[in-house]
């Protein structure tokens, strides 16, 4: 946004409905995997490469931010070139790293270099609560002092980071790749117990070792890191998006008239499979791509989210817009994100008829979604209202775009590029 005589520029999502898209769409690289990659460099004490990366918002902000401890980085292309070996152990305690959530990996990787750092607590979308605790829970078990002030800022310190059995209380992404990251220059063994199993932590994990580290059981839920001196430079290539993968799947089954969705592992999207499948989507899987023709007679079904590898919370919003137009009574229940549901107020405005009842949302189809002016008020709420705009009748407007840019990489191009009618405006507000 930027200001002119009281009035505030504002990017916009504008998206004319009903065009009958298809064709093939490309995946990119893993948001979710690419900003703990991009941390774990500062573990190297050579120039690290990484591949494919997404031109999302949260991409350029780790590269500043990486800039601003002393980092050499250049990114052109999906690839970024990170040069350690300057870098300082910088305190961090405002500015960029409240852009993103995925800032708390700056603390367990300085941790682990510096045995050192000061943070602040990450920004990132609100979904309700989304505490730190067993993060810092690990980083205390491997010997640092960890103090959070007032200010919201988060002091680590260790003499010496030792190998320590951590069994978590909570499955984490954050928290199991955030230990990983500052176990890697340990002495000594650390065993994550509980630990999350998603896909990204297992490419983390293959970074890493190629650094050096040596890690046993990334992507169970027993993971052994055994502490090595030192971690040497490498190249790598960031795994596809299974978010975003999954999000054009959706929009596929809603939307599309036969749509190939290209750059996809299809065993990270077994649990969205099942349940397109269930609705009766027809989902053709290749090797590494998947194929959904138009579909019709779509059923509702309920939907439960849970850890990896069960139903991915960060679809359940986008899933939410193809429920409207089955026909029948859906449900969704977000045992991760409880409160991960702003979206359906912005839904009901498109003439979808849902509704919250007991912290479920309830969906009901088949609708005819007529367009509106709406608020993406956080990255996959954003992304359902893109699918809903595609479907409805009218001119769609969506508001508060930067929590889409933070995720999708060229969205509308890629959209446009399947026959969508959909552009960037500026307009004051
Ligand atoms: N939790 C705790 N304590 C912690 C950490 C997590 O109680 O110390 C709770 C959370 O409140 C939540 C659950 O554990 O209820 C799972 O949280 P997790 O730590 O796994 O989430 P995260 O690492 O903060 C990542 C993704 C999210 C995705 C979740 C769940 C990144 C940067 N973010 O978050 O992605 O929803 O895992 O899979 O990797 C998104 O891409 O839109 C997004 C929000």
Known sequence: MGSTDGYEMMDVYKIKGGNHLSGAIRVDGGKNSAVALIPASILANSVVEIEGLPDISDV?????????????????????????????????PSGNVKKLRASYYLMGAMLGRFKHAVIGLPGGCFLGGRPIDQHIKGF???????????????????????????????????????????????????????????????????????????????????ISIDG??????????????????????IMAAAVGDGITIDNVIPSHMEALIAKLREMGVQVQEGKDSIFIPKSKNLKAIDIETSVYPGFATDLQQPFSVLMTQAEGS??????????????????????????????????????????????????????????????????????????????????????QGLGADIHKDRQLV
């Not at 401890?69 to 070996?85: A, N, Q, Y």
């Not at 030792?162 to 000594?188: E, F």
């Open 228 to 249: 090595v001196e030192k971690l040497d430079g490498t190249k790598h290539t960031v795994m596809p998006d299974r978010i975003e993968a999954g999000t054009f799947m």
């Open 330 to 415: 859906s449900t969704i229940t977000d045992t991760i994100y409880s409160e991960r549901f702003k979206h359906i107020d912005e839904l009901c405005h498109m003439n979808a008829s849902c509704r919250m009842e007991g912290g479920k949302a309830i969906i009901t189809g088949s609708t005819l979604l007529t367009a509106a002016s709406v608020v993406a008020s956080d990255l996959r709420a954003g992304a359902a209202l893109v699918i809903a705009g595609l479907l409805a009748e009218g001119e769609t407007e969506i508001r508060e775009i930067h929590h889409i840019e933070r995720g999708y990489s060229k969205i509308i191009e890629k959209l």
């Open 140 to 222: 205390k078990a491997l010997g640092a002092q960890v103090m959070t002030n007032e200010q919201e800022i988060v002091y680590l310190r260790a003499d010496e980071l030792h190998g320590a059995k951590i069994c978590l209380d909570v499955v984490s992404v954050g928290a199991t790749i955030n230990i990983m990251l500052a176990a890697v220059l340990a002495k000594g063994q650390t065993v994550i117990e509980n630990a999350a199993r998603e896909p990204e932590i297992v490419d983390v994990a293959s970074l890493l070792i190629k650094m050096g580290a040596k890690i046993k059981g990334a992507g169970t839920n027993s």
């Open 60 to 92: 350029l902000m780790l590269k500043k931010i990486l800039e601003e401890i002393g980092g050499e980085v250049t990114f052109k292309d999906g690839k970024m070139i990170i040069d350690p070996t300057c870098m300082v152990n910088t305190p961090l």
